[in-house]
Every structure is written in structure tokens, then in C-alpha cells.
């Protein structure tokens, strides 16, 4: 698994308290018990993480955890330096990238 | 006749710590737990009273901790530790029949700075979609402790600033007495603990300033005392009819006797400077319990450690106890003031006291003032006591008085 989909595991076992056997690439966001505000919080969580600008607009809880890595992946230019580069790069983020640096 | 409320369990999470077992040895011990606090850094009084090593996210009690206000998370710990202490497990329960009330001051307004800080730094795209449900102070303590519990009977918030907790137990026996549930859940909870609350409340001069010896700065009834200490923590109290707890085999800890609130309609602030409606609040209690002054044995006082605060309630306990002064003992001295939680910590401790036959001290207290001597404080270590009838003080800025009368049963 590559960076950004350990860090999505992470963070829906750490801080979304969903229990680590369930969170596949094909879960769906509703079978790990995320509602309609919880995935508001966790694209929150990712656009902080990476520094990247995630519309929650898009989200909902029908997506399956692939389906939020490839949208992350989009944003960070996934094909280039967008696994390994870590959060809070701004050189690797696309056009446009979030507002000030990670965990700031 | 009206069936007696009893007190069946408590739960307590304190500065003094995590629990009701840790919260008694601190105020058993007698010293205060008031620190520096790294958070409050380059403000006027850099002090505060924390629960000690709290983790929601490592307490099994506390689930999705991350959608709540750290008040919240208090709050839902003091709760799971009530129930197991009354011996109520909520599948047992008819959930349409259990009551909620609770009780705070500001809600869940470390959610609210903290999320207002990310909102001037990065705008709105920072702003959590939980920002609103952990604030709004009905959802931050008896709408999430009802969800988590699945309660279905009537659930409600009460703020009467540093008098919320105890409201929330009057307010409970009311909806015992109307019939309106069999059993009530009933406590308070604050997280007030941060920068603009430390801000605001060291501006209107409440804040001891002793940030030198930050363990001697809340010394309630003392002479040289200048302000309290801010703390945060939470209690819940299990209260059922006398008949409901016998018929399921739980043990009474303590009866409520009587209760009364009264409002100073004084100053938004200052107490009365004659504790006139705390003397009413004293007298309505009494009357309610079908007692005297004659028959009270121990008064748990609000004991802020403010010059006000103190000298007014000492004049009341002063003047109308004055042929059997009962023992007095003021838990902020080790536990600072919790705000909306406190008078719910010190229902609980009042409980604890007659059960457990013992009056906790009352934190760096060396000496009165003119305004504070002539009331029987216990100092220095806990005090042996049968405790037949007891009363614990709650004040709040905006003029609230809040009595307990709690009884032996």
C-alpha cells in the first residue's frame, strides 16, 4: 500500500476509530460507520494532512476508501512525486494548493 | 406523600483525577493540584487546574471521542463510572424512562476557540462539520451523553454559570417528583480551560495571581486568598425514587432531602455582599427537608477563594448557624473551580462525605480574615464525622443560588 493509503488506514483507525480489519480499499465510507459529517472531517483531515485542496463539496459516504486515495492521488500529481512526498509539500501539491503549510 | 430521591452512584473526574476512587484521595490529601499550565502561556495567570493525564481516546467508556468537545469526553467518563457505580446497565433499562440532565457553563467553547482560530488563519475551508454539534451546549453534554446511552425519556441542559451542575440535580428531582421518569442522570461538565476564557476571567479580576507558588494560589476562606484557580472536569449523579432503588436491590448512598435556588438579582457578578439569597437558597433547602438549622451537620461551600465569594458565604454560614456551627469544608482548594462541573463535584463529594463518614480538608487554609473567621473549616486532614444532614453551596455569576440538603439515609 502506498503512502497516501497508509496514511488514509491511519487515520480512519486512529482517529475515526474504525476497527483495522475493516478498512479494505473496497470498504465503502457508510460500512465504516463514517456518516454524511464524519467524511466532511475526514476530507478536512486529509486537505490538512497533505496541503492539498479537497472539496468536500464531492464527498460523501457512499465512496470507498480507494475512491478518496485516487482523489488525494489527483491532487498531490500522483503519477510523479505525490506517494512519497509526504504532507505538507507545497512543491508537490498541483495549482491551486491549500491555504499555508500542514499541522500548522 | 412524596417518595424520597436517592442518590445511587456517582461519577467523578476531576483535577484531582481520573475517577471517583483518585478524586477522593486528592481531596483527602488536602493539597492543591494547581499547576502552570503550558497552554496558557504569556497570559496574565498562566494557572490552571487540569484532569490529570486525560485520554478519552484510551478510555474503553468513551467512544468517537473525536466528534466531541473535550467537555464532552469528561463528561461521557463521569457518566460510564455513575452507572457502574449504581449498578445500572443501560440494556436493562426502559431508555423512555431515564431522564438526562445536565449542566455547564460555556458549552463546548474549547471547540469553538479552536475552531475560530482555524477559520482566522486559513477560512472557512477549515472549519469542522462537527465544529457546531460539539459546541451548542444542550448537543456538547445531554444530547451526546443521551445518543451514546441511547436514552429516549426527556433530556435537557441547564446553565446557571458556576451553579449549572446543581441545577442540573434540582432540576432532575423535579422530573422524579412530576413522574416524568423512574430514573434520573444528573451532573456537570466544563472544559473552560483555555486561552480567552483564561483571558477574560484574569481581566475581570477572578483569577488568583500567585503564579509564583501556583499550589498556594486557591486557599478558600483564607486571608491572604486573591482569586480561584480555573479547572475543568465533570460528575454525574444516578437519582431514582427511594421505591425504584429498593425494588431493583441498590444501595442509597445518600437522600435528597431538599433542594431550593433562588437569584441575588444583585449585580451580574458580585454576589450579594449579605448572601441574602444564598441564605434564602439555605432556608428553602431546609424547609423542603422538613429540617432546622439545628439539624445540619457539615456545609460543602462554594468556596471560590475569591475575596467576595468567600466573605459573603462565611457571613451566611456565620449568621444562621450560630448555636451548632456545622463543619465546612471547600473542595477548590485542591480541585480549583470547574465552572459548570463544580457543583456537581461537590454534590458527589458531599454524597461520598456521608456515606464515607469523612470531611475532606479545605486546601491552604492557615488562617481567616475579619470577614471569613468564626465558621468550623475543616483544615490540615479529612475529619471523622457521622454526617446525619449536609448542604452543599452553589453560586454562579448572573446571581444563581443553588442548596442541596443531602441526608443519611
Redesign the interface.
Known sequence: MDTVREHLKTVLVDKFEVPADKVTLQARLTDLDLDSLAVVELYLTLQEHWNIPLDDGDANNELTVDDVARTVDGLLGADTAGHDAGPGTEQTAGPGAGPGPAHA | MRDAIVVTGVGLVTPGGIGREATWQAVCAGRSVAGLDPELDGLPVPLSCRVPGFDAHALPSV?????YDRSTRLLLAAAHEALEHAGLVPDDWDPARVALVTGSAAGGIDTLERTYRAFL???A??V???AL?AFLPNLSAAGHLALDLGLTGPSLHTSTACASGATAVITACGLLDSDGCDIALAGGTDAMVTPLCAAAFAKMGALSRRTEDPSAASRPFDQDRDGFVLGEGAALLVLERAAHARARGARPLAVVAGHSSTSDAHHAVAPDPQGRGLRAAVDGALRRAGATVADVDHVNAHGTSTPLNDRAEALVIRAMFAGRPPTVTAAKGVLGHTMGAAGAIEAALTVLSIHRETVPPTANFHKPDADTEGIDLVTAAPHRQRIGLALSHSLGFGGHNTVLALAKP
Do not use: D, M, Y
Open positions: 467512544r468517537q471521542a473525536w466528534r488563519k486559513s477560512g475551508t477549515a469542522s462539520p462537527h454539534t
